[in-house]
C-alpha cells in the first residue's frame, strides 16, 4: 500500500478532504469519521496550529458523541488553519469559501465549533444551506443562549447523584468556567436546589461555603468582568485552589486536562460532572475511580449542544430540542453508570463500548459505509 495514505481503524476515517484555495489564503482540512449513522455533524475550529491528527481526534470524539447520544449523525470535523482573531470581513470570506469547497460533501454538516460561531454559520447556510447551530433569525436553535448544554449537564447531575445515592437539592456545586456551558449549568442546578459554593473564570476562582448568588454572577459576567469582581463575602482563592473545595459535584466547563495525576488526590467531591471536553485526564480518571469519586464522562454529559444541533437540523421547536436532550442525557447516563458498576469498568470505557457497539450496528445495515 501506498506509504502516503493515512491508515485508519475499523470506524473510520471515512473520507479526508485537503482545501488550499491559495487566492484567499485558506488552507483546511475536513475529516468525516464516519457517516453509517447518518451524516457527520461536527464543528470547523480556526486556530493557527491545527494538525490533521487534531483534527482526526475531533472527528472520532464527534462520532463517539454522535453514536451515544442515539443520534442519526456520524461524526466529522473541519479545521482551517488561521487566526481566529482575524478581523471579520477576512473570516467571513475564508468561512464562504470553505463552504463552497465542502458544497457536495453532503455526509458533513456544518457546525461552530472554538473560532467560529452561529454567525459563521449562517454564512455557512447562505452558501450551501447545510450548516447547524444556526441564528435565530434564519430558523435556528441558539444552543448556547438557551443553554443546551447546560440544560443536558443539569440532567446527567441528577441520574448520576441518585446514582450515588443523594439528591440535588443541597448538593454543593463547583464549575470551573463561567462562560456559556458553566453559566447555564449552575442556573439549571440551582433551579434544583442546588448550592453554588465556588466559581472560576480566566480572572480566578471564589468560594461561598454559603452559597454564591449565581444571577448576580452571570450580570457581571454579561458586562464583560470577572466572576471575582463580585466576592460580597466570598473568598478569592489563590492558583488551582478551586480543586480542594469540598462539595458533592465538580463540575469542569473550561479547559481540557484540568485533572491530572498529580492534583486527582486533592479532589475533595463525590462526583466529576464534565462539561469541558477531555477535562480529566485517563490516569486521574483511574485514580478517581479508586477513591470511589464518580466521573460522567464528557461525551455523556456535555452532549447537550450537538443534540440541540441536530434537533434543529431535523426541524425541531426549542421545546422540542430541550425534551430530547433531558431524555436522551437521562437515559444515556444511567445507562453508562449502571454498566459501569455492574461490569467493574471506567464510566469511560462502558460509554466508549456502548457508543462503539451503537456505530457497528449501523455499519452492518450499510452496504458499504461511504455515501
Ligand atoms: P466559553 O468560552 O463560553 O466559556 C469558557 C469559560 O471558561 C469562560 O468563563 C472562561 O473565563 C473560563 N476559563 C477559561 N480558562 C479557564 C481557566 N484556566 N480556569 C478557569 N476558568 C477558565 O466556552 P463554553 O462554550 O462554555 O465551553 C467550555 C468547554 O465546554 C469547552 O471545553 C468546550 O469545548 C466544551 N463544550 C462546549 C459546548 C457548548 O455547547 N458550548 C458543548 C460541549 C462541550
Known sequence: MDAG?????????????????????????????????????????????????????????????????????????????????????????????????????????????????????????????????????????????????????RHAAEI???????????????VQGFGAVGRHAARFLVAEGAVVVAVADTGGAIHDAEGLDVEALIALKAEGRSVTDSVNGALRLNGDGLIDVPCEIWLPAARPDVIREDNACRLNAKIVLSGANIAATREAESILAQRGVLCVPDFIANAGGVICAAMEYAGATEAGALQAIEEKLRRNTRRVLETAREEGLLPRDAAVRMATERIKRAMSYRRWSLF
Not at 160 to 174: E, K, M, P, T
Request: glycine share 12%; net charge neutral; hydrophobic share 45%.
Open 5 to 153: 495514505l493515512v491508515s485508519g481503524d475499523e470506524l473510520g476515517p471515512a473520507k479526508i478532504i485537503q482545501i488550499h484555495e491559495p487566492s484567499v489564503g485558506l488552507q483546511a482540512v475536513l475529516v468525516v469519521d464516519n457517516v453509517a449513522a447518518g451524516p457527520s455533524i461536527g464543528g470547523v475550529r480556526i486556530s493557527p496550529d491545527v494538525t490533521l491528527a487534531e483534527c482526526r481526534r475531533l472527528a472520532r470524539a464527534m462520532t463517539l458523541k454522535n453514536a451515544a447520544a442515539g443520534l442519526r449523525h456520524g461524526g466529522g470535523k473541519a479545521v482551517i488553519r488561521a487566526d481566529p482573531k482575524m478581523p471579520k470581513k477576512d473570516k467571513e470570506r475564508l468561512i464562504r469559501v470553505l463552504a463552497c469547497a465542502l458544497k457536495d460533501v453532503r455526509e458533513y454538516i456544518l457546525g461552530p465549533d472554538m473560532g467560529t460561531d452561529e454567525e459563521c454559520m449562517a454564512w455557512v447556510h447562505d452558501e450551501i444551506g447545510r450548516a447547524v447551530a444556526l441564528p435565530r433569525e434564519v430558523g435556528g436553535i441558539p444552543l448556547d443562549e438557551i443553554g443546551a448544554t447546560g440544560w443536558g449537564l
Open 160 to 174: 448520576a447523584a441518585d446514582h450515588c445515592g443523594f439528591g440535588l437539592s443541597g448538593a454543593r456545586i463547583v
